[in-house]
């Protein structure tokens, strides 16, 4: 089951700089800022009424955010839904026909999570999350 | 101040085929499909979890989302906060340089709305919204 919208991402140039400006926006500072090397890049988070606005740069070439700016410019990278139950969520998925991009739960930064492929989703990339009870 | 997210707006060419997608997606119907003529817009909501996702189709040529699809493709058109105080919001962010599509509120699906500019957020298209109490 989809239980609730968990996070947008916004692809950025320059995380410190996107920080300042949804700080103002939303006047709440990011509670965190971490780099997650095993996906090259690096993150802030500004959790608010139950969702959170996640913040991301690539970093290096040759990553998929940075590879996202080059062609269509800073933005919505993904979506976040959380599950109750991962796997069997894909296999629903799967059994239906919507294209995956994994086909099983992969270790993320705050749970297991998956993605479903954009031209299944009116070009939405969607990521699924099951968080740790 | 920032409630909540409210809404994430994802630009379609066909809303009942998209609709069918986000159904087999989410696992929930759509709770209504309607038109908003002066908009130029038709919708479909998916409530889960607090928040929705908004399938928007324009209607004919020349309306905004239809304008999105035309250079963009389908995807994410903005995402929608709920405030408690729309024009303290706007007050604040216009003294903060935050650049505004409306400076003031107007009425929309919800409640009374007002959009940011995309170049002040990167390139992400905010609107904000206080609903009804």
Do not use: W, Y
């Amino acid at each position: 089951m989809i239980k609730k919208l968990d996070h947008i991402a916004i692809a950025v140039r320059d995380l410190e700089a996107s920080a300042r400006t949804f700080q103002q926006i939303l006047g709440i500072p990011p509670t965190k800022v971490q780099e997650v090397p095993t996906e090259k890049v690096r993150v802030a988070f500004f959790p608010f009424g139950g969702a959170e606005i996640e913040l991301v740069q690539g970093l290096g070439p040759g990553n998929p955010v940075a590879n996202f700016i080059e062609k269509r410019g800073e933005g919505v990278h993904h979506i976040c839904l959380e599950v109750d139950d991962l796997e069997g969520t894909l296999a629903r998925l799967a059994a239906a026909g919507v294209p995956l991009l994994d086909r099983t739960g992969k270790p993320g930064a705050c749970g297991q999570v998956a993605f479903l492929h954009p031209r299944g989703a009116n070009g939405v990339l969607i990521e699924l999350v099951q968080r740790p009870t």
